[in-house]
């Protein structure tokens, strides 16, 4: 009776388990399917976005923004990092 109890505590595991595998196979191949590039290649592009795109939170890098990026701009606030 030992092994009995052992033997249908086991099958009724095995489909939670077999679901489980399978979630993680389905995770896995997930994340294989994502398009990886080199951390060089990451850094250039990030180095080359800030590098080409105004932030008018920086004006001491830009200058004065243009009209169109000023309505990004708090009005009357002024934060000074020293």
Do not use: F
């Not at 249908?8 to 389905?26: G, V």
């Not at 590098?51 to 009209?67: H, Q, R």
């Amino acid at each position: 009776t030992h092994t009995h109890a052992h033997n249908t505590r086991m099958s009724r595991a095995q489909p939670e388990r077999l679901e489980k595998l399978t979630r993680a196979t389905q995770q896995l191949q997930h994340e294989l399917a994502i398009q990886r590039i080199p951390v060089s290649e990451a850094a250039a592009a990030l180095i080359k976005y800030c590098n080409e795109t105004k932030d008018p939170m920086l004006p001491s890098v830009w200058g004065k923004c243009d009209a169109e990026l000023a309505r990004y701009k708090e009005k009357g606030k002024v934060c000074s990092i020293s």
